[in-house]
């Protein structure tokens, strides 16, 4: 009887540090609006004061974020609007006010944050969408060619075909050594390629898509303290 209450408070000790880790993230939720219209607001930047946990409001404006027991205050940013900082509760309501800025020297990196150039550990090189416009393709990578550099850009084979991005050299031997693309901070798929029979077929790059009047600005990440930013998907 002895040995078996022995187990049994032994286990209890176990169990019982997994159980208090548990309870010190706590899971927050909310949902972010502008002021102008009221509506949803996506791809705002929610992070964790101090710390680089965080999230993106989706198309709803709403986010889900696990927060630890130590953070207090959540950080609500995006390009062009008043950073917010809100004290974590229940549920959280906030609202996005525009500011008047110069954007010029800022760059959005990962999850949305505002950086300026001169403190940023890589490089950066930025094509405006007017530039763009100056050389009609059919995918707009290719207008990319010379604006850029350190940059090897390869026209597809067949119409509408992916063009081949290399950036600074091949890195990889065994990978494709194709960029990352990340549209107004959401990461997608470089290309859509499906088999039939023993061939391939080449939808294009996930850019192409993209209405060429539609783009403000394209800017190039190089590096590898670039590519740590969106993680594996970017290595």
Known sequence: MKKLTSGALLFVFLI???????????????????????????????TVKGTRIGTLTDERGFFSLRVPAEGEILVFS??????????????IAVVMSQEAIGIEGLVVTALGVRREKRSLGYSVQ???????????????????????AGVQITDAGPTGGSSRIVIRGAGSIAGNNQPLFVVDGVPVNNSAPANYGYGGIDYGNAVSDIDPANIEA??????????ALYGSRAA
Do not use: H
Not at 21 to 34: D, E, K, L, P, Y
Not at 218 to 227: D, F, H, R
């Open 16 to 46: 019982l540090p997994r159980l208090l880790s548990a309870q010190q993230v706590r899971s927050v939720t909310g949902n972010v609006s502008t002021e102008e219209t009221l509506q949803p607001f996506a791809g705002v930047s929610v």
């Open 78 to 91: 995006y390009l062009g609007y008043t950073t917010e900082e809100v004290l974590i509760s229940d549920d």
């Open 126 to 148: 930025d094509v405006k969408g007017t530039e763009l416009m100056e050389v009609p393709e059919m995918n707009i990578v290719n207008s990319l060619k010379g604006n850029v």
């Open 218 to 227: 394209i800017s190039v990440l190089k590096g590898p303290n670039a590519a």
